[in-house]
């Protein structure tokens, strides 16, 4: 077989480059019939997490070539957050106590360009936003300093923002917008993922070295912040687990647990490996 000339790859390059286009106009013809049937824009936030996190893990476990998988996911996220923001508009709100640029990296990878990102000073202030629009997302890095305000007190209380999401959807190392944040917004009924779900709760007598303990039963701790004798502590256990476990757990492992509330779920974590 004769090798093909440049000429006919460039070709082969442009007849791709028009049918993923053509694609992509199609894609959006179908979401502009999708908005008419759930009439979205009247209803709020068009965030699907569960959804989301299903189609990437997908992305991820078929994927193979040259490209790398960073290059897939960006163009996915960006294709998938462009068509939620057509379908209902909405904004970012970053909590950037932690420095803007990483916050910023994340909600540009994960949420592309024409969503509006909006900065705050603090959690407080990303809560009551998020409280008053219609749809919007808030964000927070998932780790905090020991000494920090527990920004995860206020997703308290039944008319309170909650977590829906935590990204990546796809970690590995080296992920190029890697920071793990939770991802905020009112209340999705319909659309919660509870593979893993979150409460915040007050720990006496707190004990750092407890985690390993924990592990047994799948139970994580995602962040603490101590003051005046108590932990404020933000946990992570599987959706199997009765919340009413809790307490006697800690129990065992000599401490007392109080003011335990539930404030959010969000998908199993997926970690890609890498190649050898």
């Known amino acids: 077989m004769a090798q093909p000339s440049l000429a006919d790859l460039r070709r082969e390059i442009d007849r791709i480059d028009t049918a993923m286009h053509d694609l992509l106009m199609e894609r959006g013809t179908i979401i502009d019939t999708l ?8 209803s709020g936030s068009a965030f699907r997490p569960g959804r989301e996190a299903s189609m990437m893990r997908a992305l991820a476990e078929r994927h193979q070539g040259l490209l790398p998988f960073d290059t897939i996911e960006s163009i996915w996220r960006v294709i998938i957050s462009t068509f939620t ?29 024409t969503v ?22 808030g964000i927070f890095a998932a780790s905090t300093p020991a000494t920090a305000t527990p920004w995860w007190s206020g997703l308290i209380g039944d008319n309170t ?8 959807f796809v970690e590995r190392p080296d992920h190029p917008a890697g920071l793990p944040v939770f991802v905020i917004s009112k209340p999705l009924a319909d659309a919660a993922v509870r593979d893993r779900v979150l ?28 003051a005046d004798g108590l932990a404020a502590i933000l946990l992570s256990t599987p959706g199997s687990l009765e919340p009413k476990r ?8 000599g401490l007392s ?6 404030i959010g779920s969000h998908a199993n974590r997926f970690h890609l490996s890498q190649p050898d």
């Open 199 to 226: 409460y915040a709760a007050k720990v006496e007598r707190w004990r750092g070295d407890i985690t390993s303990a924990l592990n047994a039963d799948e139970i994580t701790i995602e962040a603490v912040s101590e």
């Open 257 to 262: 647990m109080s003011d335990l509330h539930e």
């Open 161 to 168: 923002p909650k977590i829906i999401a935590r990204l990546p």
């Open 85 to 113: 923001y057509v379908q209902a508009p909405y904004a970012v709100h970053a909590d950037i106590s932690i420095g803007d640029a990483p916050m910023r990296d994340s909600v540009r990878f994960h949420f592309g360009f």
């Open 246 to 253: 809790l307490p006697a757990l800690f129990s065992t492992l």
């Open 35 to 42: 908005i008419e049937v759930k009439k979205t824009i009247d």
């Open 116 to 137: 509006p990102y909006h900065t705050h000073a603090n959690a407080p202030s990303v809560i009551e936003a998020v409280s008053k629009a219609a749809g919007d997302l």
